[in-house]
């Protein structure tokens, strides 16, 4: 239990290292007397190497609670691409297209040297930006 | 984000060869697609309408917040730039 006593510790110091990053913030009242003792800790000490199976257990009688598994397909929460109709003028929905290429979400490369792949509209709204430009160009 | 799509070549499917060469020309560094060149038909064409065009859209919503329409002859001000005041005002937090 020495053990998840000091992980608790160091996870409760977390807010206090933060909070010191403003001069003027005075330091949460909670702070446990652990919080020095955490510090002290090696800096090498992986925060893996504080956890066992024993943590798990909240007493004694405790039954240890499962693992959270990740659903099957754990895709951005953007939730579904909006309903129709769709159409190409200020004002509507653009539709869900799909497409193959080059995405280049960085700008800081020629694309052609990265990966070359499928994507699509849906995709594009999966990066979690607020807004896109979408520019169509032709060949002739 | 931006996405230029590379949507037709003469009117027809776009192969990756001509994508790379567009890319490779102008040193393009944003996302650049073309339809799958397998399905052989011009899909955004036919769906976003004839370049030379730009969406401002709403990645929330997908609605098209803007749209800019570039001279097909090559003159005048092109999408991007009649768009770019626009965009910025986006970014900085305006509807």
Known sequence: MRTRSRLLSALCALPVALAACSTDVAPPSNTTPDAAAVDALPADVALADLVTPVDVAEGPDAAPKPDVVAPADTAPTVGPY??????????????????????????????????????????????????????????? | MVVEILESNAGGPVPR????????????????????????????????????SLFVVDLRTMRIVNKYNGSVAGVGPSSITQGVTRILELLAGGM
């Open chain 2, 17 to 52: 060869t001509q994508l790379d060469a567009w890319v490779n020309t102008y040193r393009i560094p944003v996302t650049a697609v073309i339809d799958p060149p397998d399905e052989r038909v011009t899909r955004t064409l036919m769906t976003y309408g004839v370049r030379e």
């Open chain 1, 82 to 140: 909006p309903a129709g109709p769709y159409g190409n003028r200020m004002g509507n929905v653009l539709a869900n297209l799909s497409w193959e290429g080059y995405t280049n979400l960085e700008g800081s490369a020629v694309s052609t040297t990265l990966p070359y792949g499928p994507t699509s509209m849906q995709a594009v709204r999966e990066t979690g930006r607020a807004f896109a430009l979408v520019h169509v160009s032709e060949f002739f």
